[in-house]
């Protein structure tokens, strides 16, 4: 419903911008008009984004009956009085306003949705970047995974990264093959707190190292 209103008002603008330039109206009122255009054109990306988030089922909705209430009467406070050459800076700065709010509101549910999305795939990879064969590749993987969940995106390729490098952590994973080994498992935790010794290399742990050829990373020290 919002963004077809937010269609129709930019439909609106350009007649207006037209019938003001041909009428020569007044220059506040075709400022108010530019400012009105970038400002529905950032808003219909910004609900295109929203929409396309909570179809990659990142996001719980985001647009709160108050959010939504607040836009609707925005939008359609312009649209009225974009149509009637009535259009000023309080009516635009209102929409602007329900605009951040909209925007504030995806910014904050992102974050604590994209947290909980990748912070277990982090945690795995920085605790076992070390036995990896492509350490460097982790740390890069890891600072992107971190710099998108605390940074809402602009794009929907953003988001298709962002999904890309979560699947790209699994498959680094479940490459290592120790989801499902108990032994392995407690053994690559107490590696994680720095806390594995020659006792915690058992046969069958040597034997998962050997077959994932990660031999050459156990390092030993007193």
Same mark, same amino acid.
Request: hydrophobic share 40%; proline share 2%.
């Given at each position: 419903?919002?963004?077809?209103?937010? &269609?129709?008002?930019?439909?609106?603008?350009?007649?207006?911008?037209?019938?003001?330039?041909?009428?020569?109206?007044?220059?506040?009122?075709?400022?108010?008009?530019?400012?009105?255009?970038?400002?529905?054109?950032?808003? @219909? &990306?910004?609900?295109?984004?929203? $929409?396309?988030?909570?179809?990659? =089922?990142?996001?719980?909705?985001?647009?709160?009956? @108050?959010?939504?209430?607040?836009? &609707?009467?925005?939008?359609?406070?312009? =649209?009225?009085?974009?149509?009637?050459?009535?259009?000023?800076? =309080?009516?635009?700065?209102?929409?602007?306003?329900?605009? $951040?709010?909209?925007?504030?509101?995806?910014?904050?549910?992102?974050? @604590?949705?994209? $947290?909980?999305?990748?912070?277990? /795939? /982090?945690?795995? *990879?920085?605790?076992?970047?070390?036995?990896?064969?492509?350490?460097?590749?982790?740390?890069?993987?890891?600072?992107? *995974?971190?710099?998108?969940?605390?940074?809402?995106?602009?794009?929907?390729?953003?988001?298709?990264?962002?999904?890309?490098?979560?699947?790209?952590?699994? !498959?680094?994973?479940? =490459?290592? !093959?120790?989801?499902?080994?108990?032994?392995?498992?407690?053994?690559?935790?107490?590696?994680?707190? &720095?806390?594995?010794?020659?006792?915690?290399?058992?046969?069958?742990?040597? @034997?998962?190292?050997?077959?994932? !050829? *990660?031999?050459?990373?156990?390092? *030993?020290?007193?």
């Amino acid at each position: 419903m919002i963004l077809n209103k937010l &269609q129709s008002a930019n439909s609106i603008i350009m007649d207006s911008v037209n019938a003001s330039n041909n009428k020569h109206a007044a220059e506040t009122f075709k400022n108010q008009l530019i400012s009105l255009s970038v400002l529905t054109a950032q808003l @219909e &990306q910004l609900l295109n984004l929203i $929409d396309y988030v909570q179809a990659k =089922g990142i996001t719980p909705s985001i647009m709160s009956p @108050e959010i939504k209430e607040s836009l &609707q009467a925005a939008v359609d406070s312009c =649209g009225e009085k974009t149509y009637s050459h009535a259009l000023d800076a =309080g009516t635009v700065a209102a929409l602007k306003n329900a605009a $951040d709010l909209c925007r504030n509101a995806f910014n904050s549910i992102w974050k @604590e949705a994209a $947290d909980k999305k990748c912070s277990s /795939i /982090i945690e795995s *990879l920085a605790s076992l970047k070390s036995l990896l064969a492509d350490v460097k590749d982790a740390d890069k993987l890891i600072a992107a *995974l971190c710099t998108a969940k605390e940074n809402a995106p602009s794009s929907k390729n953003d988001v298709d990264v962002f999904l890309d490098n979560i699947e790209r952590g699994k !498959h680094i994973i479940e =490459g290592l !093959h120790f989801d499902s080994d108990n032994e392995v498992k407690s053994f690559i935790e107490k590696v994680r707190m &720095q806390k594995a010794t020659v006792v915690n290399l058992t046969p069958h742990v040597l @034997e998962w190292l050997k077959n994932n !050829h *990660l031999s050459d990373k156990i390092k *030993l020290r007193f």
